[in-house]
């Protein structure tokens, strides 16, 4: 992690190369108006969903049922976290399944199984934590049509991490 690559919200916001930068954010909520998982084809690991016949067709034509006949899906983890630093901006950042699975012991499948409620307390437990996310700036998405929606990744809530951010962010800034 280069300090040219530590950036607030503020700053990626306003970047305009695409590429990978780190922030240190806290989640303040999650958004899950379009859900908490998205249904993923087994084989290729791209999202799937239910055709007029009522089978799964994977989104890409190479897995679309042609080698077994039918579609293999799990289950898989996507999180819109609402987020904002000490600059005060806020952005939504997307985490997907690898990311999320470093810090829960259950699988989507798992959760699914026992769910309570829309957002199982797992997911909640976020809410309120600090973490260092290294973000794609999306040339399309982010630079070209301006969308303040990131992709995640990865993240770490590694305090010697946290500290060499809050560090650069402190020199920066001239806070204390």
Same mark, same amino acid.
């Given at each position: 992690?280069?300090?040219?690559?530590?950036?607030?919200?503020?700053? =990626?916001?306003?970047?305009?190369? !695409? /590429?990978? %930068? $780190?922030?240190?954010? @806290?989640? =303040?909520?999650?958004?899950?108006? !379009? /859900?908490? %998982? $998205?249904?993923?084809? @087994?084989?290729?690991?791209?999202?799937?969903?239910?055709?007029?016949?009522?089978?799964?067709?994977?989104?890409?034509?190479l897995c679309d049922g042609k080698l077994s006949g039918f579609i293999s899906r799990v289950p898989r983890f996507q999180l819109?976290?609402?987020?904002?630093?000490?600059?005060?901006?806020?952005?939504?950042?997307?985490?997907?399944?690898?990311?999320?699975?470093?810090?829960?012991?259950?699988?989507?499948?798992?959760?699914?199984?026992?769910?309570?409620?829309?957002?199982?307390?797992?997911?909640?437990?976020?809410?309120?934590?600090?973490?260092?996310?290294?973000?794609?700036?999306?040339?399309?998405?982010?630079?070209?049509?301006?969308?303040?929606?990131?992709?995640?990744?990865?993240?770490?809530?590694?305090?010697?991490?946290?500290?060499?951010?809050?560090?650069?962010?402190?020199?920066?800034?001239?806070?204390?």
């Amino acid at each position: 992690m280069s300090r040219d690559n530590m950036k607030t919200i503020s700053e =990626i916001k306003q970047n305009e190369n !695409a /590429g990978y %930068y $780190y922030t240190f954010a @806290k989640i =303040i909520n999650l958004d899950c108006t !379009a /859900g908490w %998982y $998205y249904d993923n084809c @087994k084989l290729c690991r791209t999202k799937c969903s239910r055709n007029e016949k009522g089978r799964w067709k994977c989104a890409r034509d190479l897995c679309d049922g042609k080698l077994s006949g039918f579609i293999s899906r799990v289950p898989r983890f996507q999180l819109k976290f609402v987020v904002t630093d000490a600059s005060n901006e806020e952005a939504d950042f997307m985490v997907f399944d690898t990311q999320i699975s470093q810090f829960i012991t259950h699988t989507t499948a798992e959760l699914l199984a026992k769910i309570e409620k829309a957002i199982p307390r797992e997911l909640e437990a976020f809410i309120d934590k600090s973490f260092v996310f290294k973000v794609n700036i999306h040339e399309k998405y982010n630079v070209s049509q301006g969308s303040n929606s990131y992709t995640v990744s990865s993240m770490s809530d590694d305090e010697d991490l946290a500290n060499k951010w809050i560090s650069k962010y402190t020199e920066t800034f001239n806070v204390s």
